[in-house]
């Protein structure tokens, strides 16, 4: 056994305190495991002088063949702890000599990956809910737009109604002026003009009706349009309160990005690098 690996054996306890995880030790030289230390928890079952043709599928025994460093990741699925194998060749003189090997639990990074993996659905989930209340909130928005502009219409119709009720009352004292003037006449015919004093007294009675009519229809338009009024302000302090939501929802949106961003941050390096070294 050379001096390096026979110094090694004699120091695996110390060696082991310096991983800060739970961690099996594996120590062989190009034929033989010669130094094997189980962790608290990872034990691999291995035992000192056993030949390392019997784990070829080891990394201990692709780094005898390679002389190269390999770090695999093994899932909780082999030996009921997930964990981390390091192996890393020995060299003395020059020359390789044999392999450390250790078998670093995994148990912490794996539960961070999952809680990283859990972030992200819910971030997914609250995403997709965001997107939904944000297509609602530009949906109400242009309903209320569309509304908006009905009133601004129905405002437009009721001046010209106004307009129409003004003529109606034009017409009225017009018609009004009439009937006083058939009636002067008629008291003036006497006799014969008897009977252009009832078409006198009628054109005036409708005269007064229509201004009457109007008068009605004018107090009705005016509580209409007030009502109207009304209707346009809460329709404007709706719509100022959807566009703020609106804003509110986009900032929302832009941070659950930002941390469905570091979370898949997070889980792409709390993964680590199964590649060989």
Do not use: W
């Amino acid at each position: 056994m050379s001096n390096i690996l026979r110094e090694m054996a004699d120091h695996l306890p110390v060696i082991q305190q310096t991983y800060p995880e739970d961690t099996c030790l594996i120590l062989c030289d190009k034929e033989k495991i010669i130094g094997y230390l189980p962790g608290e928890v990872i034990d691999l079952k291995l035992k000192i002088g056993e030949s390392m043709t019997k784990y070829k599928k080891s990394a201990t025994y692709k780094v005898l063949q390679t002389g190269k460093k390999i770090r695999e990741e093994i899932p909780e699925e082999v030996l009921g702890v997930p964990y981390i194998s390091t192996c890393t060749p020995i060299k003395e003189s020059g020359q390789m000599v044999g392999a450390l090997a250790a078998a670093i639990s995994n148990h912490k990074l794996a539960a961070f990956r999952k809680g990283a993996e859990e972030l992200s659905s819910v971030i997914g989930q609250l995403t997709f809910f965001s997107e939904e209340m944000a297509a609602t909130t530009d949906s109400s928005a242009d309903k209320l737009q569309e509304l908006s502009q009905q009133s601004e219409t129905m405002k437009n119709n009721m001046k010209n109604v106004e307009k129409i009720i003004q003529q109606v009352k034009e017409i009225a004292s017009r018609s009004n002026i009439l009937g006083l003037n058939a009636a002067i006449e008629a008291a003036r015919s006497g006799e014969f003009g008897r009977g252009f004093s009832v078409v006198a007294d009628e054109i005036r009675k409708m005269a007064a009706n229509s201004n009457s009519a109007a008068e009605d229809i004018q107090k009705q338009l005016e509580l209409t349009q007030l009502e109207i009024l009304k209707v346009n302000e809460s329709i404007h302090e709706i719509a100022a309160q959807t566009e703020e939501q609106s804003a509110s929802t986009q900032e929302f949106h832009s941070m659950l990005q930002r941390i469905s961003e570091t979370a898949a941050l997070l889980n792409k390096h709390g993964g680590g690098d199964q590649t060989n070294h």
